[in-house]
């Protein structure tokens, strides 16, 4: 019988965070709206959560899912983006990565928030086979809630897949 190999030690979830990545708004970031697109937005949360996953995991990882974003507010032609990302927690192969994104006025210093979001990512090996990553390691006050809150959707998601997989039945 083979024996399933120990997972890796945990980590802190500070070790593979992006803590702010800037992004200053040019006229081609534009929709028709004259504010920012938002799947632009988007694509760069995704990207930068790749890197917070690969960090985590030490692995090659792919987007599983992307739930509960949340547009809070536009941003505009001459607004600097601020990206903060961060594990939430990790299961077996899986990985949920929070992103908060906020547009700056450059001229006046003066923030907001603009949009939250959770992504799914599973990490896998050099055969595309799913792989064990560390367990995540919360450490401040605010790091244990998303944590704890990470449960929440996962149990949300899963619910969501069966109640859907029942109906194709």
Request: aromatic share 6%; charged share 30%.
């Amino acid at each position: 019988m083979a024996t399933r190999p120990e997972p890796r030690a945990s980590r802190p979830v500070s070790a593979s965070a992006i803590e702010q990545h800037v992004y200053k708004v040019f006229p081609n970031d534009m929709n028709s709206h004259h504010t920012v697109f938002g799947g632009m937005i988007m694509s760069k949360c995704d990207r930068l959560a790749l890197v917070v996953a690969e960090r985590h995991s030490g692995h090659v990882c792919v987007t599983a899912a992307v739930d509960s974003i949340h547009f809070r507010a536009p941003a505009k032609g001459n607004d600097t983006l601020l990206f903060s990302l961060s594990l939430n927690r990790s299961w077996g192969s899986s990985m949920e990565i929070g992103a908060r994104v906020e547009a700056e006025n450059s001229y006046t210093g003066e923030s907001r928030h603009i949009l939250s979001a959770f992504f799914t990512f599973v990490a896998l090996d050099e055969n595309d086979e799913p792989v064990d990553v560390p367990a995540a390691e919360p450490q401040t006050e605010e790091q244990k809630r998303r944590f704890k809150n990470a449960e929440i959707r996962r149990e949300g998601r899963l619910e969501t897949r069966k109640r859907l997989n029942e109906r194709m039945e």
